[in-house]
C-alpha cells in the first residue's frame, strides 16, 4: 500500500475511529467523521442500518424493527460478528 490517498478528497477525511456512534448524546460519536458518506460491512455484507459499531470486539447495534424504547428512541439489539468500516 502507498501512503498517499488513492481517491480525490480522501487526504482530508479523519480517520475512522474504532467505536462509533451515531447518537449524537453518546461519548463515541465523531460529527467529522459523519461529515462523509461511511460504510459498514457486517460478515461481508454491506449494511445500511448500523447505529453503532465497535471494530475491536465484532459487534454493531441495528435497530430491531420497529420497536420504540420509552423515550421514542429505536430499541438497538447487538450482533456480533466481523465488522469493517469504511468511506464510501
Same mark, same amino acid.
Given at each position: ?10 487526504a ?40 453503532? #459499531?465497535?471494530?475491536s ?5 441495528v ?23 469504511? #468511506?464510501?
Amino acid at each position: 500500500m502507498s501512503d498517499t490517498p488513492s481517491t480525490p478528497g480522501a487526504a482530508e477525511r479523519p480517520a475512522l475511529p474504532d467505536h462509533l456512534s451515531g447518537d449524537p448524546r453518546s461519548p463515541h460519536f465523531v460529527r467529522e467523521v459523519f461529515e462523509h458518506d461511511v460504510g459498514i460491512r457486517f460478515n461481508g455484507l454491506e449494511r445500511g442500518d448500523v447505529e453503532e #459499531y465497535c471494530i475491536s470486539e465484532g459487534w454493531i447495534k441495528v435497530p430491531s424493527g420497529k420497536t420504540l424504547d420509552r423515550k421514542g428512541r429505536p430499541l438497538l439489539i447487538k450482533l456480533k460478528g466481523s465488522v469493517e468500516a469504511f #468511506y464510501r
